[in-house]
């Protein structure tokens, strides 16, 4: 803990702030039920929540500030080439119209269109351990188009402009900040709504950054008698294309699926030495449920390996269910633009103390081994 608020302390240009961010991160970390003002103020030791409410939402520190520091500690801690930037969003369910940028939309976290904001997020997905390195609240439409109610919770007119911004938009510009700050990572990781995007594809490739990215049944892809859709081209593949590969350990053990991976023609200019994949992931147990990648990393890379950086992506769903748990990530009660950001940053940082603690097990090294076999229309793999 002292290794880490040594790197926070900066970050907090006077004593008294400094006190109550060491006393909000350690509330964050306290065994107490709900992470609230009451319960964070009691954890820290004094009578009124009036201290631990005042450093949340109108003390002088800059989250940015913090959360590069996060980035830092865990990035630093945590570091593998294998490592693996991962894109997602969770939910914050929420009632009433005031906090920023909720509205009805669709939450994964609740399976559902709910009320609520949503956050996106970086993990970093390493094999010592993972945790969250950045997020950025999306602003919907509706409160854009509305400059009175964005006023209302705190957002000016500069980051109102920065709300235009789509999800994959965010994702690009959180990924561009881990790399420019020399992160190491070797792969992005993303689900449907980052894969789908053609220009967020474009920007890991412009960056020579290998990627997995889930899409859609109906994505279409080149082949060599005009676009296809992903499962037509799946649909062709002979039997013996499928293999059985683990994708890493899960709670229930290994999550073992069959795989068919090919490697798709370049009517598009492909950086020198990397090819575009398509990877698919089918149940052993329903042959029918099967979801669907595209890939580009170095054509000397293997099967293995590829399948690995497809099963990391469920390392950003294990940070989300640790912090929400164990570091208070949703129960703030703040509605405004900034304190959403300082709450979100000091729940990150809490979750990367634990992450980085972690680490310092022996066994958090397994399962992480990579395959760097080399491997040789649409051509099976």
Not at 28 to 43: D, I
Not at 44 to 72: C, L, Y
Not at 207 to 232: A, I, N, S
Not at 304 to 320: K, P, S
């Amino acid at each position: 803990m002292d290794e880490l608020f040594d790197r926070l302390a900066g970050c907090f240009g006077r004593v008294e702030t400094r006190k109550w961010a060491r006393a909000y991160l350690t509330g964050l970390l306290a065994p107490v039920e709900r992470k609230n003002g009451w319960q964070l103020a009691e954890a820290a030791g004094v009578a009124e929540p009036t201290g631990i409410q005042h450093f949340v939402d109108r003390s002088r520190w800059d989250a940015d500030v913090v959360r590069d520091a996060v980035r830092s500690y865990a990035a630093q801690a945590l570091a593998g080439p294998q490592a693996v930037l991962v894109v997602d969003e969770t939910g914050f369910l929420k009632k009433g119209r005031l906090s920023a940028g909720v509205q009805r939309q669709y939450s994964g976290t609740a399976g559902r269109v709910e009320n609520c904001q949503l956050g996106v997020f970086l993990a970093y997905a390493a094999p010592r351990g993972r945790a969250l390195i950045d997020r950025e609240l999306y602003l919907p439409r509706s409160w854009i188009d509305d400059p009175d109610r964005c006023a209302r919770a705190g957002i000016g007119e500069e980051r109102r402009a920065e709300g235009m911004l789509t999800k994959p938009r965010l994702a690009e510009a959180m990924i561009a900040r881990a790399l420019d700050a020399g992160v190491q990572a070797g792969w992005v990781a993303a689900d449907s709504v980052y894969g789908r995007d053609g220009k967020f594809r474009a920007f890991c490739e412009a960056r020579r950054m290998p990627y997995v990215v889930e899409v859609p049944v109906k994505q279409t892809v080149t082949d060599l008698d005009g676009r296809r859709r992903v499962d037509t081209l799946i649909g062709r593949a002979p039997e013996e294309a499928w293999h059985r590969v683990s994708a890493g350990a899960g709670v229930r053990g290994e999550r073992v699926y069959d795989w068919a991976w090919a490697t798709l023609p370049s009517f598009e200019e492909v950086p020198a030495g990397f090819v575009r994949t398509l990877l698919a992931r089918r149940s052993t147990d329903d042959p029918t449920d099967i979801a669907y990648y595209l890939c580009f990393h170095p054509d000397s890379l293997g099967r293995e390996e590829v399948v690995r950086v497809a099963g990391a992506r469920w390392a950003i769903e294990e940070c989300f269910q640790a912090a929400k748990n164990e570091t208070g990530l949703d129960h703030y009660q703040v509605r405004k633009w900034d304190p959403w950001y300082r709450h979100i940053t000091m729940a990150m940082a809490a979750h990367a103390f634990l992450a980085v603690t972690a680490a310092m097990d022996p066994k958090a090294h397994a399962g992480w081994v990579a395959s760097q076999s080399p491997r040789s229309a649409v051509s099976w793999r």
